[in-house]
């Protein structure tokens, strides 16, 4: 059996205002490509459809007219399942009508019990290939209240990988009930941050934001990360929230597909796509990561001023005609008017490239601030003792290096400085 894994969508994202139509338009129908070329059965939308509990109407028209574009296709099944971003009632409002068309949508557990959550999937002879465990974002309430009374008043930490492990559990005897002893793979899907994964947040500080807009201490204190050991075992488990392809603890067949499009600048510079899995009769697996189209170009580009002007000219040339949207992060340059220099920079753009903002480096700013608790020292070997001294002095004193305030007070203690440094 085949099918296509995706998640997080973000349908009507618009990042800085951007309007993204086009971008969603041109990866459906890509999608929809890569689903007849490939022969995919199956189609896993694991959870954050839409971006906000109450989308556009054009997020909702994109997303129903892709929908009905699949009834002409090889892909004969449809498993959605609501993320943390959608309204779980929105989705689940045209569940009966979508079911009618084999696309089924379950948005959350409530109301639901486990076994309306498993469903069979069917190939393009009407044979059952493999079931679904569908599995939705559980909010934290719910993942209370599967717990029997005593576990309920268990430390947060606990939480989720006692609740994740029964919930997991409790489908899994479900699922193997539908199975009924065929030998057919099983399927099991998740809205939900996993500890132990591979790539950029494994890399992060406890104070840097995650893909989720969250700081990463806030996603493993109070909204907990779910333990790998919970996992049922099944064939493949087909996770989202997280925005980028990665296995969790390194096991192939739990993983999350990332999401297809860039959702903020620090995930610009990433790969975007989805996965075609495939389980042959041996159970085997193989997974390959499909790039989406690159309909728009996003580039988060941190650079000191003189190098931002050769960055901007060489994607003038490689981005051709294409929208390209940047986040510029400058370097101060000692001399150089950071404004003026900027404007006049962005000015000369071609009308395709727009800078959606422009700020000064997180690292510098924090070192040109008042302490350097957040520096990052092996920046400082890239600056002399004399900017080092400037930049600390204006920061002190909150003055401008081309204010008369400013040179005064460059003119009265930089030399101190230097006589200082001289001597250690
Ligand atoms: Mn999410």
């Not at 296995?247 to 993983?255: D, L, T």
Request: proline share 3%; with cysteine.
């Amino acid at each position: 059996m085949r099918f296509i894994h995706t998640a997080d969508w973000h349908l009507g994202n618009q990042m800085h205002d951007i309007d993204r139509k086009e971008e969603y338009e041109a990866f459906f129908r890509f999608l929809k490509t890569k689903i007849v070329e490939k022969e995919a059965e199956s189609l896993i939308v694991a959870g954050d459809v839409f971006d906000t509990v109450n989308p556009s109407l054009e997020a909702r028209r994109l997303y129903y007219t892709f929908l009905a574009s699949l009834v002409e296709s090889p892909c004969k099944n449809v498993i959605i399942v609501g993320g943390n971003h959608d309204s779980s009632a929105l989705l689940d409002s045209a569940k009966e009508l979508l079911e009618v068309l084999n696309i089924r949508v379950v948005g959350s557990i409530s109301n639901l019990s486990f076994s309306e959550m498993c469903f069979e999937l069917k190939n393009s002879k009407g044979e059952v290939s493999g079931i679904c465990m569908a599995l939705p974002f559980v909010r934290e309430l719910e993942l209370r209240n599967i717990l029997d009374e005593k576990s309920k008043k268990i430390e947060d930490a606990d939480l989720y990988s006692l609740s994740y492990k029964k919930l997991y559990d409790v489908l899994f005897a479900e699922a193997e009930k539908l199975k009924a002893g065929r030998n057919i793979p099983l399927i099991a899907t998740g809205h939900l941050y996993a500890s132990d994964l591979d790539g950029r947040l494994s890399e992060k500080k406890s104070n840097e934001k995650t893909d989720d807009g969250m700081k990463v201490l806030d996603v493993l204190g109070t909204l907990g990360a779910v333990p790998p050991s919970v996992f049922p075992k099944v064939d493949y488990v087909a996770l989202g929230h997280i925005h980028y392809a990665t296995m969790v603890a390194k096991n192939p067949s739990v993983r999350y597909s990332g999401s297809p499009f860039v959702m903020g600048f620090d995930e610009a510079n990433l790969s975007h796509g989805f996965l075609c899995v495939t389980i042959d009769e041996k159970k085997s697996l193989s997974v390959e990561k499909i790039e989406s189209p690159h309909t728009f170009i996003y580039r988060r580009i941190s650079l000191s001023l003189s190098e931002i002007k050769n960055e901007l000219e060489r994607l003038k040339k490689i981005g051709g005609d294409k929208k390209t949207f940047l986040e510029l992060y400058y370097k101060k340059e000692i001399g150089v008017n950071a404004q003026e220099y900027l404007d006049e920079e962005i000015r000369s753009l071609p009308e395709n490239i727009s800078v959606v903002s422009w700020k000064i480096a997180e690292s510098e700013k924090s070192f040109f601030s008042s302490g350097f608790e957040n520096f990052d020292a092996s920046e400082i070997k890239n600056l002399d003792d004399k900017s080092v001294f400037t930049e600390l002095i204006l920061s002190k004193s909150g003055l401008e290096a081309e204010s008369e305030e400013g040179k005064a007070a460059l003119e009265k203690f930089l030399p101190l400085f230097m006589k200082i440094a001289g001597e250690a």
